[in-house]
């Protein structure tokens, strides 16, 4: 597997909500960056984790089966994933392979922490 | 994204005009061609060799609305130095059904493996019956493509076939990210269902193997169980079960034949 082309910057954002802040290239090859964002934002004892892609630049196939099992781990965890930032294009491949059905979609963080603390 | 990161097409687009947000709008990310358009339900071009029934206006199921346990499937085979990532999936895409073990049809599009295709399938399951299903295109590159399944399949998923240099050689693989799609698919993926998609990938990369040239091909195969969890909610998905709905179009093709006038 190649190597892993994004950063991931974790932050608390209240309301119980962490958000992991994605920069670069979403492929498999990621897989451990992202799982260790998603620890570090679950370790405060986050009830919602928003994954926050305004600064995707490139998803592939590998990049949503990567999510598919991030979503498993959530659910183990009773966690809800949530995702912000997503341009048009991402958006429709969301509904397209039907990850919004299980993942919820916002437009940006502040829709998403309004509905964290309501 | 900060105002530094944004491309310089961008920043020329708001030369002529536009606002930032639009500008950034009208540029295509370099994955846009890879991807499928958005569909909501499947469109099917009739092909011969096939039935071709169980498909037209299924909508797409991921691991997400799948039934039974989820599995990672990684069948892997050491293509050596002399085949290129895009040489392997270059090959595998124009010729995907070739590689196919015997008794298994595979009917895409003649241009070979492309983002928004339909591809159908008659697949051996025994007693005479066909199961006739299909497979949708969902993303294709030069070093991968991805098949996504409709509903009734029998699983809920995807797989990915790709190709990529590890050390001095390239590595072939598919990657099924799964759930049996209802729960007579889950019974019969745990009684058998399992080992024979384990030989069926497992043949198809030797057949690709040995098509590349790659002396005495030997697949690897790693399985792991995801989430042990079964989605009750989608019990009902068992409504779409293509295996139940091949067998009765089975049964009922003699009277269907009986039925039609004379030409």
Redesign the interface.
Known sequence: MGEPTVIMDVRQAGGSMAVVDIKGEVTAACEPVLMSAYEEASSAGAARVLLNFTGLEYMNSGGIGMLVTLLVRAGRQRQQLAACGLSEHYREIFELTRLDEAITIYADEASALADAVR | ?SDQ?VPENVAGAEQIGLSAREA??SV?????G??????ERLAVVQRDGVRGTNVAGR???????GFGK?W?KTYSLNAGQVTTPQDAIATWKAHFPEFWPKGNRFAGALAGISPGDVALLDLAIGGGVKLSTGVFV??A?QE?F?L?TPQGHMFAG?I?F?A?R?GDATTIRA?V?MRANDPLYEVGMTFGGHAKEDQFWAQTLTALGTRLGVPDPRVETRSTC??SHRQWRNAKNIWHNAMLRSTLQTLAAPLHRRSRPAA
């Open positions: 994204m990161a950034k709008a295509q990310p370099r994955d846009a890879n991807w499928a358009a958005k569909v909508r797409l199921t991921g691991p997400v609305q989820m990672e969902l993303y590159d991968s991805t996504m995807w990915t790709s990529e590890t990657h990210l995801v989430d």
